[in-house]
């Protein structure tokens, strides 16, 4: 398929490096060019993001398990192998996904992909304004907000700079949402590799147009704030539910994300 009109090729976008991260195809030379850069500074980059799409795909399951049947995936993202939609559906038949996302490539890929998923679809929103999110066609057709629903916002927040407010953001979705729904967080901490995240996030803040915030572990379990943490409460990527002991390692802190899922009450 041909790519949007309204892509901007002179700048990199933070959903097609982290796709080139992950070995993806829906990236440009300017994507590659910058993730290179980031890898040839901190080479565990790709390490690091395949644990987080690793969190995604067990913090479905936990969801599944505990009878959820609709997500609202936020920042969704370019389209890849382990998406929301193919994790739920293949564990729960008929679950519904509505994914979210600015980035006109993820939007365009989303929507050819899911063409013919009667049970997802994708709105090109700003997950930040989430009463335009939620009032949306799309969430209408597929998420009845009477019931419960899981909230994705894996490797989200960290493009939320703290002067867009991202606790009154949360806590607008959270009201919106039936009691015993879950929302699910993975975000970039500045503990683990204080050595490289400075620079790290000072590549983003010059190169993309959605700077890299680093925050401690309080900032981000304050992000829970009338959500119940379920076991394991908030540990780095690899020791969230891991599906077996090698997957953590003996350095999970290198992984450099948080990650929790919370129940509302």
Known sequence: MSEPNEVDLDKPNAARVYDYYLGGSHNFAVDRKMGEEAIAMWPELPQIMQANRAFLRRAVHCCVEQGI??????????????????????????????????????????????????DADIVGADARDPEAVLASDEVAALLDLDQPVAVMMVALLHFVGDESAPHEIIARYRDALAPGSFLCISHATNEGRPDVADGHADLYKQRTATPLTFRSRAEIGGFFEGFELVEPGLVFLPQWRPVSPSEVGDNPERMTGLAGVGRKL
């Open 69 to 118: 049947r609709q997500f609202l995936d936020l920042g969704s993202g370019i389209p890849t192998v382990g998406n929301v939609h193919e994790v739920a559906q293949l564990a729960a038949p008929g679950s519904r996904v509505v994914y979210v996302d600015t980035d006109p490539v993820a939007v365009a890929y989303s929507k050819n992909l899911l063409a013919d998923n009667a």
